[in-house]
């Protein structure tokens, strides 16, 4: 195996791992929910309509929800019981969404389409994206972007490379790594079926250096595969983002406003091959995914395989409940999760982590006037100026964020995490994108 820790990206910071809680502690079933709650919306794209009305007998597997949009993936039952309503429920993103309650049966009575396919290696790249498309599968790195859209790129943009972000870079989440350790092989299986649906003709999966275990686990697994290469890279923030993956491996720099595809990529979280294997070996859809549970507000971190519509609070119950100090609670990690009011709303397709911090760690800083120091150009992964962006929105200037390339801003915290004025740039410059973004909608 090749090893790549001295090749990097610009820019990125070095946060505190904190991962050592649940690093080591195997991946454990959740306990099946009597009740699950199902939203209809868990994706970037069109939210699904019910296929299902009040009183309905489903079984496991069993599409509950569907949109006649391309941008958009099914939703499933993860129990087999009864549907006892069809209302709003919270969701991570802040605002209500329609979704089905289901109460089990406790039997999980799989559906009788769910079939296992002892011959998927002979599909089509068309009977692959298909497959891929009514499992429901999307982006389980967090940003849940349905996954047969990115492996449906026009006829002129031809993919090359399949890039498996396995690099786990956020701090305290340890779910990707649980599952190369525990199912390297459905990895390396998902990455080839990828690389067939786009007729890609290289692999490559990428894991921070921080995981010798799991780059051996995932290189044994890759051992006899010609066209796939498992690499070690520099543990460095945000390593894992799909830009900075794509210009590590291949030299490439995703144009301003372009998409991978620009320059013949497609990047997929480990989660989302382990999916995609299961898809199409096994014929089950995208209905449970592992979850990290930690931070010091945890009273048990664990690792936990968690049905889709498990509400958030039983998941905590099931790891001896928050500390009596805990001061926040976010979905996914502490640099681009988002932080919610209540655990009552259910575990979604993109819910990697539950993040658990007490008083001791959450400090209310004031925010104060920007000293011009640039430390958050310095450490920006894709070259932008978010003192200059950040400025423009104080003011309400969007036009002039716009101007400032506001929208190949990724997120990822960089600049919020090293101002020394504690200005929260990546708040002000997502709520840019978001006026731009609907403008540009009109």
């Known amino acids: 195996m090749k090893h790549m820790s001295f090749k990097t990206f610009k820019g990125g910071i070095h946060p505190g791992h904190f991962k050592r809680a649940t690093e080591g502690k195997p991946t454990v079933p959740a306990r099946p929910p ?12 069109a939210p699904c309509e019910p296929l299902v009305a009040v009183g309905d007998e489903v ?12 941008v958009s993936a099914p939703v499933h039952s993860s129990v087999s019981g009864k549907v006892i309503q069809i209302g709003m429920c919270n969701h991570v993103l802040g ?9 089990s049966d406790g039997q999980d009575t799989w559906h009788e389409d769910i079939k296992p396919n002892p011959n998927y290696e002979e599909l089509s790249d068309g009977e692959l994206k298909k497959i891929i498309r009514e499992a429901g599968i999307v982006g389980m790195g967090g940003a849940t972007f349905p996954t047969h859209v990115k492996l449906s790129p026009p006829p002129d943009k031809k993919i090359e490379f399949v890039i498996v972000n396995a690099a786990e870079c956020e701090p305290y989440l340890t779910s990707d ?3 190369m350790l525990e199912s390297p092989d459905d990895i390396v299986i998902g990455l080839k079926l990828v690389m ?8 490559y999966i990428g894991i921070e250096d921080n995981k010798p275990d799991a780059v051996e686990a995932m290189k044994k697994a890759a051992a006899g595969e010609a066209n796939i290469e498992v690499h070690a890279l520099h543990t460095k923030y945000p390593q894992g983002a799909e830009k900075q993956l794509i210009n590590v491996f291949t030299g490439r720099e995703v144009p301003s406003g372009g998409l991978p595809m620009d320059v013949s990529c497609v990047v997929q979280n480990v989660g989302t091959c382990i999916a995609v294997s299961e898809a199409v070996r096994l014929g089950r859809p995208l209905i449970e995914r592992i979850v990290t549970i930690t931070g010091s507000g945890i009273n048990e971190p664990k690792n936990m395989r968690v049905r889709v519509g498990t509400m958030i609070s039983e998941v905590i119950e099931q790891c001896g409940g928050f500390k009596e100090n805990i001061r926040k609670m976010i979905l996914g990690g502490p640099m681009m999760g988002l932080a919610q009011p209540s655990a009552d709303l259910p575990v979604i397709k993109g819910t990697s982590g539950i993040l658990c911090l007490t008083d001791a760690e959450v400090k209310i800083h004031e925010i104060k006037p920007c000293i011009k120091c640039a430390k958050c150009s310095d450490v920006c992964p894709v070259s932008i100026m ?6 423009a929105v104080e003011h309400g200037l969007y036009e002039k964020a716009e101007a400032f390339n506001a929208m190949d801003c990724i997120e990822c915290g960089c600049c919020t995490y090293v101002c020394p004025a504690k200005r929260p740039l990546v708040q002000w410059i997502r709520m840019a994108k978001g006026d731009i973004a609907a403008k540009r909608r009109k």
Do not use: C, W
């Open 196 to 203: 067939k649906a786009v007729n890609a003709p290289k692999g």
């Open 95 to 103: 605002r209500p969404v329609q979704a089905v309650y289901i109460e």
């Open 34 to 45: 009597a009740t699950v709650v199902i939203p209809l919306a868990q994706h970037i794209g």
């Open 59 to 70: 079984k496991m597997g069993q599409k509950i929800g569907d949109s006649k949009g391309f």
């Open 386 to 391: 978010p003192l200059f962006i950040g400025g």
């Open 177 to 179: 790594h649980r599952a």
